[in-house]
């Protein structure tokens, strides 16, 4: 049937990068965390993993609050680079030139550049082994007041991107619309 | 500055649109989950947030096994179908033309057409509200042969998509490369 065995692999198409952002050591600090998803709806809330020895995930043990800043394609530089420094050496926020905004909770640190922010309360820490899935509730979302169309978020002024690892490690754009979503497979709804 | 606030928003760019797949009363069925990421590494984990009522979650919680199934763009309507139908009315496996194949678990079926799939044994189960969150052990990992470029898998070869719920909900190709990951953050690591 022309199927390879990997052997266990975290293998995921597609991953997103985003901006993790706690305050730690009462200053704001980002890591980039492409381990990071919507896992409820009502109330919302989102998932992120991090590795335990991570500067960030100091932070949000500690105030149990953090926010997911989502880049768009312009901070392709800076969201790479909080992936591969720690806050522990460098100041990150000073590096990237973040302008860091808070909103209702006091210690989720915001990016304004960033187009999207939602601010999380910590409802669950699962260790995972070389991980904590922290659960978090998201208590507000913001948007850049440029990212709407007709009052929605639009994607294509958002400008998003995924993470890819395999075959290289790298960042592409969102391309193509395919096809309508809960709409094109209604045709074979009927055709059954 | 710019932000408009939304109020607690599930919001989040890139998601995936993966078919997860259960044994439901001895009859493999998948169901399309965007809510599904990686969450650990060592083991590797993934985790898939499913609706309380949704008929492939009672396989999964009766066995305590489940397939991640990753398609590519040409199973795009059979991705969407299996998002709109539910496996208590429907055999989507028969609509959807699914070649359904078992590996090392007995009960974790499988979907041959889509390239990348994943085994995996249930390890936590959270009740998170409308949601249950699985996080899984992956056990094996499965990549069709033809997807591979010098033994790896081909991002270019596999052709996943995104899902997009704003401002219209649609599935968008992955496009254009931005830039290399874990590389070009360097350059401002450099400069400070």
Redesign the interface.
Known sequence: ?????????????????TLVGANVNNKPNFMTV??????????????V?I?HNRYTLKGIRDKLIFSVN?PS?DL??????????SGSK?NKV???QF?V?Y?KLNDAPLI?QCP???ECKV??I?D????S?I?G??????????C???G????NK?E??????????????????????????????V??
């Open positions: 049937m022309g199927k390879v065995t990997m052997g266990p692999q975290t293998l995921m198409y597609p991953m997103p990068a492409a381990w990071c998803g919507i896992v409820n709806s009502e109330p919302p809330m989102i998932s993993a590795r989502i394609r392709v530089k800076e969201t790479d680079y909080c992936g591969i420094a460098a000073e590096v990237c302008k905004f909103g304004e999207i922010n939602l409802v669950h699962l995972l082994g070389s991980h899935l659960v509730r998201i208590e507000e979302t913001y948007i850049s007041e440029n709407l169309t007709d929605k978020p639009d994607v958002i998003p991107f995924v993470y890819t690892r395999t075959p290289s490690q790298q960042y592409q754009a969102f391309g193509e619309v395919i096809a309508k979503a809960h709409s094109i497979g209604a045709e074979l709804k055709s059954k």
